[in-house]
């Protein structure tokens, strides 16, 4: 069976992390995105790295602005501009074309919360592509032990999606290590998104939302903006 796998790093860049998780890339000739918060790029030295890895051939995406809310968990009907136009102008000219775009999965659960029909909307309306994932081996969690949840899913699906985080904790130390083991299983890295991963791509539906879309009711609505 042939087997894919798409790179990719979140929360970063970090300064003292991230150089070295693109010399392992570069070394092996891989192509990877990053999708970084719009609070955090405005920190020293973040801005730089990205212009790094973008400049090596790598994409950067939108990770919100505060990676700290699902949308279907809130009553704020700003709150989809506040999260995703405004990182996106923080971004400015280091995004791609394609407005990918990666939601905030609390852990990396792929459920109902995770949008709102608002947030869905304005995917849609602004061209975005979201852009989910199929593997969190919870790195920042498991600094050691990570490689081998990842490596268990790409063994077990035909094309994965990876989701690491290029933050400090140790993890990003056993990069090198994993790629020669993914790559001496034949496995093949690339840089695109399978559609199975991207519900939207440039403001189109690609596949069925519904089960990760939640709407706060109107009567519970009013009550929260009461309290």
Known sequence: MSRRLTLSFDNGPTPGVTEAVLEELAQRGILATFFVVGHDLKREGRREL????KDAGHWIGNHTMTHSVQFGTSVDPGLPDAEITAAQEVLGDLAEETRLFRPWGNGGVLGPDLFSTAAIELMKRDGYSCVLWNSV???WEDATGWADRALADIRSQDWTVLV???IPGGAMDHLGDFLDRVLAEGVEIVQEFPDSCVPIRSGS???DLHHLITDVPTDKRDKKENE
Do not use: E
Not at 50 to 53: C, E, I, R, S, T
């Open 164 to 166: 690491v985080h290029d």
């Open 137 to 139: 081996p919870r790195d």
């Open 205 to 207: 539906a690609t596949g």
């Open 50 to 53: 990205a212009q790094k890895a």
